[in-house]
């Protein structure tokens, strides 16, 4: 059984920063992608970023270049550096584990993966 743990939520200011780690365990093929999604209050999910494997992350067009995901050597971390925080970030951050090496194009959308945590609550306010 996959199981995912997301943390490093909080609140902070605009302009802050935070890491949001990701624990995965139960996985048994490294090569299923890893995404962050994010739901903002009264919105629906959307994709923030995905790796897979050893490809280079794919970022959303709203996160790039403030975003960075990565991982750790034992492929079972993962992480998203959140750099220069906006107040229309503010959203429960998920990250999701697909359990298959699934087809590259549809990485982005949310029913592509299997397990997902409870998520973490990111609140960007002045």
């Known amino acids: 059984q996959v199981q995912v743990v997301e943390s490093g939520g909080g609140l902070v200011q605009p302009g802050d920063s935070l890491r949001l780690s990701c624990a995965t365990s139960?996985?048994?093929?490294?090569?299923?992608?890893v995404a962050w999604f994010r739901q903002a209050p009264g919105k629906e999910r959307e994709f923030v970023a995905h790796?897979?494997?050893?490809?280079?992350?794919y970022y959303a067009n709203s996160v790039k270049g403030r975003f960075i995901m990565s991982r750790d050597t034992a492929f079972n971390t993962f992480y998203l550096q959140m750099n220069s925080l906006k107040v229309e970030v503010t959203a429960i951050y998920y990250c999701?584990?697909?359990?298959?090496?699934?087809?590259?194009?549809?990485?982005?959308?949310?029913?592509?993966?299997?397990?997902w945590g409870q998520g973490t609550h990111v609140t960007v306010s002045t």
């Open positions: 139960g996985r048994t093929n490294r090569d299923g992608a």
């Open positions: 790796m897979r494997g050893r490809d280079n992350p």
């Open positions: 999701e584990v697909d359990a298959s090496r699934t087809v590259w194009s549809t990485l982005t959308q949310d029913n592509t993966y299997d397990y």
